[in-house]
């Protein structure tokens, strides 16, 4: 695609439930990062693909959180058990073999649990 | 210590004038630092990167690497009220190419 595109770009669950954020980054990016973005706070880190291995989960908050990429494409964060304080937006970027650091981002999923 | 950090702001400055924007890093073995650029409300947006000790210039921003001292800053000339934004420092850190942010420094630049 010409952007990278996450959906949902808006949701809002229960405490408990368990949710699944989606990225598409930019075709041929071997590269995909996912973030997480507090209200007015900086940009944490949460893990790094480079094609479908993770060298580094060492952000991810707890092991209710996980994260896979298939075909070097399409990630999926997922959250099991949300609880209040996983509210936030989640940000995925990529960036080409040779562009490293040079992250194009999607819009975000914001994530609101009651 | 965190590994990015940069005074949180806000820094004001009239329109016009030239904003610097500072930030320090922790690991000493970096090698890319990037400059991002966060509307409220929306991703952030790449503005500028840097490898070498030094000044880089694009349009009206300079980027300026100092290894030894371990800071990265940004000045933006003649400041524009549509500059007014979030400026984000990030480096490349650890052995797996993991880009990591500063805070930001929010800018308002006034008419």
């Known amino acids: 695609g010409a952007g990278v595109s996450q959906s949902p770009s808006n949701k809002v669950t229960e405490k408990g439930k368990d949710v699944e954020l989606r990225c598409d980054p930019i075709?041929?990016?071997?590269?995909l990062y996912w973030y997480r973005q507090s209200l007015g706070q900086g940009l944490e880190f949460l893990i790094y693909?480079?094609?479908?291995?993770?060298?580094?989960k060492s952000g991810l908050p707890s092991d209710r959180f996980s994260a896979e990429r298939t075909g070097g494409s399409v990630s999926t964060l997922t959250i099991q058990r949300t609880q209040q304080e996983d509210s936030a937006v989640y940000l995925c970027?990529?960036?080409?073999?040779?562009?490293?650091?040079?992250?194009?981002f999607g819009e975000g999923s914001r994530l609101t649990v009651l | 210590q965190k590994e990015v950090e940069q005074n949180s702001g806000p820094l004001s400055v009239p329109e016009g004038a030239i904003a610097s924007l500072n930030c320090t890093y922790s690991?000493?073995?970096?090698?890319?630092f990037f400059w991002y650029r966060q509307y409220s409300g929306k991703s952030p947006e790449l503005i500028m990167f840097?490898?070498?000790?030094g000044d880089k210039e694009d349009g009206r921003f300079t980027a300026q690497l100092n290894k030894a001292s371990q800071y990265v800053s940004l000045l933006i000339r003649d400041s524009q009220p549509s500059d007014s934004a979030t400026y984000l420092c990030?480096?490349?850190?650890?052995?797996?190419?993991?880009?990591?942010f500063g805070a930001g420094t929010r800018l308002a630049v006034h008419p």
């Open positions: 970027a990529s960036s080409s073999q040779t562009g490293l650091g040079e992250l194009f």
């Open positions: 075709s041929g990016h071997t590269a």
């Open positions: 693909f480079q094609g479908n291995s993770a060298p580094d």
């Open positions: 690991d000493r073995g970096s090698q890319s």
């Open positions: 990030a480096v490349i850190a650890g052995g797996y190419n993991k880009l990591i």
């Open positions: 840097i490898y070498s000790n």
